[in-house]
């Protein structure tokens, strides 16, 4: 049985670090719209969608930098799109710098600072809450690199693991996950999505151009061929649709790459933008695509085997191998 | 501080069901003189490079079937590869149908059914054995099936885990590890070897042109690209060369894909095979290339979160999701 719904990937142009999120809302309201124009049931927009990829930006007292996280969603400054979404019935996938106050691991009631997403619904209800796990960069200033990467310095790891809901898209009951930016680039955060039958995963990402670290091995296109390979081998490996959104273009003279896609279960693209500013791309997703690989070559329960995994779950750097000895393999 | 080795490809033509050893094992002895002329220091040969690819035939009893396996390696008709091995000065890996006479799970000795793969030094010394975890196929009769697939027919899943070795390739320490055909689309199977430091994966495949359950989503062209974006995600995710070799062609009717592949830590392809037959593909590997992902964007201790990967290695199959209901996630 055919169950189809209708995907748009919201790529958001650059955001400077002085514009205000009255600029940026106002963006998005008007891709809102496109997307509503272009038949789409779910929107998807990137990572840290509100401000500037901030994590460029070194503070010595991280309380400085609060005018870069949302406490409250919608905020005043926030509703417009809230409204909007309602407005056209979408559902919408938002990725945004979250401060909460909440018990810490020692149950103490603490502002914390996470990397989030959410589902919302087209009530502009929250569906369902993402916080990024695999935080990429330092902590600390770094003082050999052109770029700062603090995203360890301004949050806290996800503990909310990762989430899937079944929840109502454009009439269709559909599994949605979620992922953040460099999550895409670890084949555990799909398997975890995986494991609960997801089908649509929406994931936002702020990429840089140009990888600071990357020694003369990795030259500048290699940034888009890592991304989309990650992303549809996660898509192929878990038989799920995937949509992954940039912010994009030059940020105060830093570079983000583009190239937000759609990915199918098969891992092939159906659609990927070719601007690094505002665009909208659009396909029909026919969530019973997900079925063929769920049922056969990736059917978990006939073909895994945890036995052969135990490393994966218990030891979180790698170890060399034993050295190998003549006669030692008989 | 550079590192090179010279790796082969060593594809297979088809081997009809009614060939013998001596046919096959003068055509790979004449890939390995090929091999040294092309400056090689390791060779890659397929998954069950010795017959034809016997789990598409059905036995009622597996001992009417011992004809396809090796007790001993090397056995007199296997000796001639052996030689050459030793002859030539090089590593070679390779797969085979392995009987072995050894303790099952209740300690009970049984004559027990692996497919197995060898790493073989210069020596002709065995350096590490694996045996395929994952099984693909089914393990009786399937009378909706064209074309059988009995892998879990005629073998048990493996139980060696994912070893991962470091031995001496053409004067240089390599770590080496090892996957058999389906293996490479489980990013678990390449997580395992990349927590032990891989440096070269070394995998053989017997891929069927066509896959029988596609049930028109899945057109054969896509069978190369599933192997390639396996191959290359695992690749680039566990920052190792990768090097992926068919047994290809038409077998009694049954068409095997080629495209045999190098692939590099970048996730990159280094060379393709482009027959369905007998060929060798060469390409040079620095192993420093490894250093860059291992140590920056897939620095595992600085990156990997064991609490959010705990379904990996304890849900074998996957779970449906809860339904949302609105209100839930306040």
Known sequence: MNRLITVAAAQLGPIQRAEGRDVVVARMVRLLERAHQRGANVVVFPELAFTTFFPRWYVENLDEADGWYEETLPSPATQPLFDAIRRYGLTCYLGYAEIAHE???????????????????????????????????????????KVQHLEKRYFEVGNLGFPVTRAPVGGVDVNLGMLICNDRRWPESWRELGLQQVELVMLGYNTPAVNQ??????????????????????????????????????????ELMGHSVIVNPQGEVMALASTWDDELIVADCNLAMCELGRSTIFNFAQHR???????????????????????QCA
Do not use: M
């Open 103 to 145: 018990p810490d691991e020692n149950g103490v009631l603490r502002k914390r600072r996470f990397n989030t997403s959410v589902v919302i619904a087209p009530s502009g209800e929250i569906v369902l809450k993402y916080r990024k796990v695999h935080l990429p960069g330092h902590k600390e200033f770094s003082t050999i690199r």
């Open 213 to 254: 670290e990357n020694r003369g091995f990795e030259a500048p296109y290699q940034r888009q061929f890592h991304s989309q390979l990650s992303i549809q081998a996660g898509c192929y490996q878990n038989a799920t649709f995937g949509v992954g959104v940039a912010k994009a273009g030059n940020e105060d003279g830093f």
């Open 305 to 327: 085997r945890l036995e052969a995994y135990q490393r994966i779950a218990t030891q979180t750097g790698s170890s060399a191998p034993a050295v190998w000895q003549p006669g």
